[in-house]
């Protein structure tokens, strides 16, 4: 059973920075990829950056590239996101995900995702 737990969301002020770690757990972390969306009020669950297996290869939506860092310790079984020069509109729930299959692809897309965390609120005021 793969259960992932957010943690590190807040209420911050444009240009802060701040930290988002998912703890898993179950066997399959190391095999599968990882990825971070987010959703806003009224707006769809929208992909946010992805990592692979190794961590040799990462994927981030237009809006965060540059600002927004995604890792992984297979070791420990985390996933970040290291969250910089925050802007008003990265306010939203912040979701960590589990890819449903072991694949080498990031994929972007929700539905490739089986297992979810509960989510962390992200709140940034200008």
């Known amino acids: 059973q793969v259960q992932l737990v957010e943690s590190g969301g807040g209420l911050v002020q444009a240009g802060d920075s701040l930290r988002l770690s998912c703890a898993a757990s179950?066997?399959?972390?190391?095999?599968?990829?990882m990825a971070w969306f987010r959703q806003a009020p009224g707006k769809e669950r929208e992909f946010v950056g992805g990592i692979s297996r190794s961590g040799g290869t990462t994927s981030y939506a237009d809006s965060v590239k540059g600002r927004f860092t995604i890792s992984r310790d297979n070791a420990e079984n985390t996933v970040t996101l290291q969250m910089n020069t925050l802007k008003p509109e990265d306010t939203a729930v912040y979701y960590c995900a589990q890819n449903t299959y072991a694949r080498a692809i990031v994929p972007t897309i929700a539905s490739s995702y089986g297992y979810w965390g509960q989510g962390t609120q992200v709140t940034v005021s200008s």
């Open positions: 179950g066997r399959t972390f190391s095999d599968r990829t």
